[in-house]
């Protein structure tokens, strides 16, 4: 059974920096494209950021280019979001998702239970 | 970007109803789309992928059609576990892009 569980969110001052991670199990973690999606409250998903299977591709929204850093522990079946110059805006539940995908592209079948980031002086 | 746009935003039915939900690409997507439910307070639940492919362990009243730019997700008999907020994502060209949501409540 796939398992997706994330940590790390909490209370961050505009400005400052949170690292988020999602531990990953019952699936073979290097061979899947893993993504973040966040939810602003009451809001809909937004796709924030993904990562190839082997780390070397990463992509990003626009909104969180250059302020956002996703990586990824292979060995350790973990997923990282490093978030820096943290805005209000960027309050959200955010997900790790694992990808499936078709037409190059990618859909998301298996979902965390988010962990919740506010930016709030 | 590619914008997703669906209809309605809200849906009142009752159990037992027929429901349609509609999702619009401001660009062609081909065949490459999905669609979620989500409950308050939890994670999106996969679907249907590929416009028509249902999920696996996904109940056979779901079902989804279309192509390019028109979408469609059908409930043919709308059950209490069924009340939710919908939403359709397009993973034809980056970045991958959702609508909206379309939540359906108790009428």
């Known amino acids: 059974e796939v398992q997706l569980v994330e940590s790390g969110g909490g209370l961050v001052q505009p400005g400052g920096s949170l690292r988020l991670s999602c531990g990953a199990s019952g699936f073979t973690f290097s061979s899947y494209v893993m993504s973040w999606v966040r939810q602003a409250p009451g809001k809909g998903l937004e796709w924030v950021s993904g990562?190839?299977?082997?780390?070397?591709?990463?992509y990003y929204a626009d909104s969180v280019k250059g302020r956002f850093t996703i990586s990824r522990d292979n060995s350790k079946t973990t997923l990282n979001l490093q978030m820096n110059s943290l805005r209000g805006e960027d309050t959200a539940v955010y997900y790790c998702?694992?990808?499936?995908?078709?037409?190059?592209?990618?859909?998301?079948?298996?979902w965390g239970r988010g962990t919740l980031v506010t930016v709030s002086s | 970007d590619i914008q997703m746009t669906q209809s309605p935003s809200t849906l009142s039915a009752s159990v037992g109803d027929r429901v349609t939900i509609t999702c619009r690409a401001s660009?062609?997507?081909?065949?490459?789309l999905a669609w979620y439910q989500q409950k308050p307070g939890k994670a999106p639940k996969l679907l249907i992928y590929?416009?028509?492919s249902l999920e696996s362990g996904v109940p056979s009243r779901f079902s989804g059609s279309g192509s390019a730019t028109d979408f469609t997700l059908t409930i043919s008999s709308l059950q209490p576990d069924d009340f939710a907020t919908y939403y359709c994502?397009?993973?034809?060209?980056?970045?991958?892009?959702f609508g909206q949501g379309t939540k359906v409540e108790i009428k």
């Open positions: 590929e416009v028509s």
């Open positions: 990562i190839s299977g082997r780390g070397g591709s990463t």
């Open positions: 998702a694992k990808a499936a995908g078709g037409g190059g592209g990618f859909y998301y079948g298996d």
């Open positions: 660009q062609s997507v081909s065949r490459w």
């Open positions: 994502q397009q993973y034809d060209t980056y970045p991958w892009t």
